[in-house]
Nanobody
Framework: VQLVESGGSLVQPGGSLTLSCTGS????????MVWLRQAPGKGLEWVST?????????SYADSVKGRFTVSRDNAKNTLYLQMGSLKPEDTAVYYC?????RGQGTQVTVSS
């Protein structure tokens, strides 16, 4: 059972970035998937959840609503987080999780 995040990078304020999270060893489509982040010196912050249902309905933290979009491709066992209008305060390690697995994180740094 494994989740692997990728796509983190250094990006300028106002820029965009897409993170990916690929699962293996379990039925990816059966689980709600969550993005979390942890900024330097701070605790874990919930970012977004996307449901396992066919509607794949999503919810977002107020801090990212309107700027981030979560999606999933169950055929590819992959979760995505499209991030736009990035701000320095979005700098964090981003993690994907579900009830049975957690990834190792990918670093996003927003800086000029």
């Amino acid at each position: 059972v494994q989740l692997v995040e990728s796509g983190g990078s250094l990006v300028q304020p106002g820029g965009s970035l897409t993170l990916s999270c690929t699962g293996s060893g379990f039925n990816f489509s059966s689980y709600n998937m969550v993005w979390l982040r942890q900024a330097p010196g701070k605790g874990l912050e919930w970012v977004s959840t996307i449901k396992s249902s066919s509607s794949s309905s999503a919810s977002y933290a107020d801090s990212v609503k309107g700027r981030f979009t979560v999606s999933r491709d169950n055929a590819k066992n992959t979760l995505y987080l499209q991030m736009g209008s990035l701000k320095p305060e979005d700098t964090a390690v981003y993690y994907c999780r579900n009830p049975i697995a957690r990834g190792q994180g990918t670093q996003v740094t927003v800086s000029s």
